[in-house]
Nanobody, 113 residues
């Protein structure tokens, strides 16, 4: 059974930090690219960051320099370190294996001004 379980969301003030985690099971994690997406109220889901099986990373322009995506293949977990958070980062954040495609249920991140 495929599962992608996000955790680490919450309420944080502007300028604060959060670390999201996504624990994966049910498929061979090590060979699959992983990604974080987000969806704010009234907006389309957008790519935040992704990381290939070879650890190459890619970021949306809006988060470059503030967010870092990483993965731990031994733990079958992908992370999103978010720093200098802004109110416009408020959204539900989803973990994904976009090429398969598999999705988590999301975790809410709220940044207060």
């Amino acid at each position: 059974q495929v599962q992608l379980v996000e955790s680490g969301g919450g309420l944080v003030q502007t300028g604060g930090s959060l670390r999201l985690s996504c624990a994966v099971s049910g498929f061979f994690f090590n060979t699959v690219a992983m990604a974080w997406y987000r969806q704010a109220p009234g907006k389309q889901r957008e790519l935040v960051a992704d990381i290939t099986s070879r650890f190459k990373t890619n970021y949306a322009d809006s988060v470059k320099g503030r967010f870092t995506v990483s993965r731990d293949n031994a733990k079958k977990t992908v992370y999103l370190e978010m720093g200098n958070l802004k109110p416009e980062d408020t959204a539900v954040y989803y973990c994904s294996a976009p090429t398969l495609p598999y999705w988590g249920r999301g975790t809410q991140v709220t940044v207060s001004s």
